[in-house]
């Protein structure tokens, strides 16, 4: 600096004022070596107090020491709380040039330099107190292309290094895992047992719903919806043409198959079961049932396409090369590794399903869709499964069977030719598992990795070819998954959240905006889908985190990506907002945003519809209801914004005959709320008229069950069931859970507490209908009634003895009796457990 002040008294000595011509000059040549001043410093010096965020320990010492590449695009701050990359305030570790302005920041906002403006790339059109561009002035900052994008490892060893740093004492044998990555032996598969699973139960005689409450004009509620045809309605999916697994599938008219539990003498056993309605009092006929134990696989969820049922499971493998010995030094938590099992089996008899093929891969399942023929499963596996890993990459196992026998509907085995599984699970002759692929093919998204978490593996099988070597593809990506997987009909996307941390130096007294400083970014990688091959192509870099898969959407073209996301200021945590950013869907790069909607509130609930429609519902005390216009991309807005009571955690939109673009209605299930404490109350059912997007209305809301009371359907929209019945009218339902504090507060007395949760006294579906606008008429929702499987005194009380022969008269014991024998009172209901929890409903 004190050579640039010299270089200004020189150049005015020059250039005496004598008229005007020469300043020009003069202010150019006295601005030029301040551009440079870093440059008189050499060599670049190393941030003293820069420490990546979360942990001071980790300076730029620590990113010279080991995989240099990668932690060089760690984010951290220095002792000002001025937040940077590594590769900025490390410029001697990571051999960044130090060109930039020393002295230049954001007008009005000293501590918003260039190491601020690194961090992400429009920020470089900035200008400066001096009214110079950032991009002019930070040239190092804006040369580096900052935007997602795929990017493979170089080596084995390149992977290897970028283990996590707490596996950095573990010995890996480059010799066995490197280039050519050794073949491994399972000693043993886990899965199947239900012994110890308590899960989804189904019964095949539904109760039918009692239609003397008015149901729909006096018809049954079996009518084939008005359009003729009988065969079941389909899952709740979120895309059109994108089928989501799911607990039970419809095949042809009148077949369903599904995976259960089943209560056997000796315990439970899992099933692939297949059922007819026949349509007859509601009655079912049991086609098969095939015992999943002998496969070693615990189910999920099916598919099915054509002929093709694919089966996704879970199990856990052990190798014969792991330390599992007395006396090893490998823990026995680490002993078993998760893994996802995919049973391939042609039901084209659905009396008599033959497995053609069992793939199992290491990780666990995620979730999987189903576009035309070609199946696609996500699986998240750890990068490391115990302290002493014995491989780079996530293994994988293929069999295709030759010879396959059922027996019967209720009797189903392997033949000792098609497998080698014992009853004991232990394994011989059985093919060795692969590497999925090489340490070159694996990717990872730059610049957010930092440090091997974990793999994304995508499985693609074209279930039209299911025994074809070829009809199976994976794609390797080193991030984790954060289980929220959205598709379209051309593209996959996951999403990696990422922590970025605090900065809350009160000595500063900074006010972090959270869209440019958020506590948690969310990374969402688009997997490009052809030929039931996926394939990773690039990311997005959004502010905040998405609620669930609903918030987000790619438009009908492929163009764009939309995600609605809650960010959070790192610098005060009470500090929060909402929005939508659109992205471009072919490089990642950011398009336009709309932030800030509801300050200090989240969102609980998103739902886009088409191109040009966003719902957003957030909440703190009451439920704001925003429709965004998406049909300039570049330009969107908020349309208008509606608040009401509570708030919705599930969204659906209604269509009417008159406008199948725009919809007329939305459906929101979420919870009721107190008004005057803001606590969580029972179920809350709302119907919203937004015909006209510019004034939105509450038609109407309605209360089910008091605190306790919840529904599948809130986490779950696979639990939601909707159907047109015709033209204009919607049945829906949803299974639910309802409490009462009526119940509660007559059984405890004076123990119950207000704030405490109600009693337990219904399990079930509730059935609504919705009549839309007519002629001088108006929108209308309708409780058509309930329908329960579980006997009428489930839900009582009862107590329990510690010693059995005390309660041979427990009927007539009171609460409030103090002579009762030593015990306790039981008011928690396991409904799963009882095998008649209502889970899923569908119509015929």
């Not at 010279?64 to 760690?74: F, K, L, S, Y």
């Not at 002019?136 to 935007?147: E, I, K, R, S």
Request: charge should be negative.
């Amino acid at each position: 600096h004190s050579q640039t002040v010299d270089m200004r008294v020189l150049l005015v000595e020059k250039f005496p004022r004598q008229g005007r011509r020469p300043w020009p000059w003069l202010l150019l040549l006295a601005v030029l070596p301040r551009a440079r001043a870093q440059e008189l410093v050499e060599p670049c010096v190393d941030s003293a107090t820069w420490h990546k965020t979360g942990d001071e320990s980790r300076t730029c010492k620590w990113v010279g020491a080991a995989r240099t590449a990668i932690r060089c695009n760690a984010k951290g701050y220095d002792d000002t709380g001025t937040k940077s990359f590594a590769w900025y305030s490390c410029p001697k570790t990571c051999g960044t040039p130090c060109a930039d302005d020393a002295y230049y920041h954001k007008k009005d906002d000293a501590n918003k330099t260039c190491a601020w403006v690194a961090l992400a790339p429009q920020r470089c059109e900035t200008r400066g107190d001096d009214k110079v561009l950032a991009k002019d002035a930070c040239p190092v900052a804006c040369d580096v292309d900052l935007a997602p994008r795929r990017e493979t490892f170089a080596s084995c060893e390149a992977l290897g290094n970028a283990r996590p740093s707490w596996l950095k004492d573990a010995q890996v044998d480059v010799e066995l895992v490197g280039e050519t990555l050794a073949e491994r032996t399972l000693s043993r598969i886990i899965g199947g047992d239900c012994a110890n699973h308590d899960d989804w139960y189904w019964e095949f005689a539904p109760t039918p719903l009692d239609d003397s409450s008015g149901g729909i004009d006096g018809a049954p509620a079996e009518q084939d919806g008005g359009n003729g045809d009988p065969s079941f309605s389909e899952t709740n999916n979120q895309e059109v043409d994108v089928d989501e697994a799911d607990v039970v599938k419809a095949f042809r008219d009148d077949i369903l198959f599904i995976v259960s539990t089943t209560t056997t003498t000796d315990g439970c056993a899992y099933r692939l079961s297949a059922v007819r309605d026949l349509g007859e009092d509601s009655s079912f006929e049991l086609l098969s049932s095939v015992p999943l134990e002998a496969t070693r696989t615990s189910p999920d969820d099916i598919l099915i396409s054509g002929n093709t049922l694919l089966l996704i499971g879970s199990a856990e493998l052990a190798y014969e090369d792991d330390d599992d010995q007395e006396g090893s030094s490998r823990s026995s938590w680490y002993m078993y590794e998760p893994a996802t099992v995919l049973l391939l089996f042609d039901v084209e008899d659905p009396t008599n399903p033959t497995l053609l093929r069992r793939l199992i891969y290491e990780g666990t399942y995620v979730s999987a869709r189903l576009i035309e023929s070609a199946a696609y499963v996500v699986i998240s596996k750890l990068a490391a499964w115990g302290p002493d890993p014995k491989t780079l990459v996530p293994y994988f196992l293929d069999e295709i069977y030759d010879v396959f026998e059922t027996r019967g509907a209720t009797e189903w085995a392997f033949t000792e030719e098609s497998s080698s599984s014992t009853e004991n699970g232990t394994l011989s002759s059985l093919p060795p598992m692969q590497p999925i692929s090489g340490c070159e093919d694996v990717a990872y998204v730059w610049p957010s990795f930092d440090e091997l978490e974990g793999f994304t593996v995508i499985v693609g099988l074209d279930l039209a070819s299911p025994q074809s070597p070829s009809g199976v593809s994976s794609e390797v990506v080193a991030t984790r998954t954060d289980r929220i997987v959205y598709a379209s009909k051309r593209s996959l996307y996951v999403t990696q959240q990422q922590w970025v941390g605090h900065s809350h130096d009160e000595a500063l007294q900074v006010v972090v905006d959270e869209w440019e400083s958020p506590t948690f970014r969310t990374y969402a990688l688009k997997f490009t889908l052809r030929d039931a091959t996926a394939i990773f192509d690039t990311a997005v870099d959004v502010p905040g985190w998405p609620v669930n898969q609903f918030a987000l959407s790619e438009s009908s073209d492929g163009a764009y990506l939309r995600i609605a996301t809650t960010a959070r200021s790192s610098w005060d945590w009470t500090k929060s907002s909402s929005g939508v950013s659109v992205f471009d869907a072919n490089d990642g790069s950011p398009v336009s945003a709309v932030t800030h909607l509801a300050p200090g509130e989240s969102i609980f609930s998103a739902r886009f519809v088409g191109d040009d429609l966003c719902y957003l519902i957030t909440f703190v005390e009451v439920d704001p209801l925003f429709a965004i216009d998406l049909a300039d991309p570049a330009r969107p807005f908020v349309v208008s914004e509606l608040k009401v009571p509570g708030f919705s955690q599930y969204l659906h939109p209604l269509f009417f005959a008159n406008d199948d673009t725009v919809p007329g209605a939305l459906v929101g299930l979420g919870r009721d709320v107190d008004n005057a404490t803001a606590l969580i109350e029972g179920l809350q059912l709302s119907l919203f008229d937004v015909a006209n997007t510019s004034n939105l209305a509450l038609v109407d809301q309605r209360a089910y069950g008091d605190r306790g009371s919840d529904s599948d359907a809130l986490t779950d929209h696979k639990a939601f069931f909707i159907t047109q019945y015709n033209d204009d009218d919607y049945i829906f339902a949803f299974p639910a859970t309802l409490a009462s504090d009526a119940l509660a507060a007559d059984f405890y007395g004076d123990d119950f507490s207000p704030w405490a949760s109600g009693l337990d006294y219904f399990q079930g579906a509730l059935v609504f209908r919705v009549t839309p606008l007519e002629a001088g008429g108006a929108l209308t929702l309708n409780f058509l009634g309930n329908s329960t499987h579980l006997q009428q005194d489930f839900f009582q009380p009862y107590y329990v003895c510690y010693f059995q022969d005390d309660c041979a008269d427990s009927a007539s014991f009171a609460y409030n009796d103090t002579s009762l024998p030593p015990g306790y009172w039981s008011t928690s209901f396991d409904t799963r457990a009882s095998g008649y929890h209502t889970r899923r409903l569908l119509r015929r």
